[in-house]
């Protein structure tokens, strides 16, 4: 890597820092719990432990989310939650890169718009939007099929 671009890569990490220390805290817990973690595509990934119970406690009541992206740590069920989502996963890494400690508070923000607006606070997000765009351009975007209905 040239030098100008590793310097760049360490100004993105220490600008996304304060998000990944949420993500570092959730966790070191699941690793005190026998979770455990990974390194994938610059980011640190956990998995199992307190992890997998606090994704189940979040997202749609009863259901929960398979993982969740925290500046460049991401949190998964498993080791399988993992792999199926990592690419939409490393989508939000690049999103908090852009966004920095700026994220959640966007993310939620456009989250309680919609809430507001009575509309899918998760698929209309448009972070998710674009996650779902690049991840996977085959499945269809939520937004078409809603164009449809009115």
């Known amino acids: 890597m040239l030098p100008h671009k590793r310097i760049v890569r360490v100004l993105l990490y220490i600008w996304v820092f304060p998000t990944s220390l949420i993500g570092l805290t959730i966790g070191l817990f699941g690793l005190i719990s026998g979770g455990k973690f990974q390194c994938e595509r610059g980011c640190i990934e956990f998995y199992g432990g307190l992890v997998t119970w606090f994704l189940s406690q979040i997202g749609p009541v009863g259901h929960g989310v398979l993982a969740m992206t925290l500046g460049h740590t991401i949190i998964g069920r498993n080791r399988a939650a993992l792999e199926f989502a990592r ?13 920095g400690p700026f994220f959640i508070p966007a993310y939620l923000g456009c989250s309680a718009y919609l809430w507001f607006q009575k509309k899918d606070v998760y698929h209309h997000n ?18 078409d099929t809603d164009s449809a209905e009115t």
């Open 87 to 99: 690419d939409h996963e490393q989508v939000h890494v690049r999103q908090n890169e852009r966004w």
């Open 126 to 143: 448009p972070f998710e939007v674009e996650a779902y765009r690049i991840a996977d351009p085959r499945r269809p975007n939520q937004n």
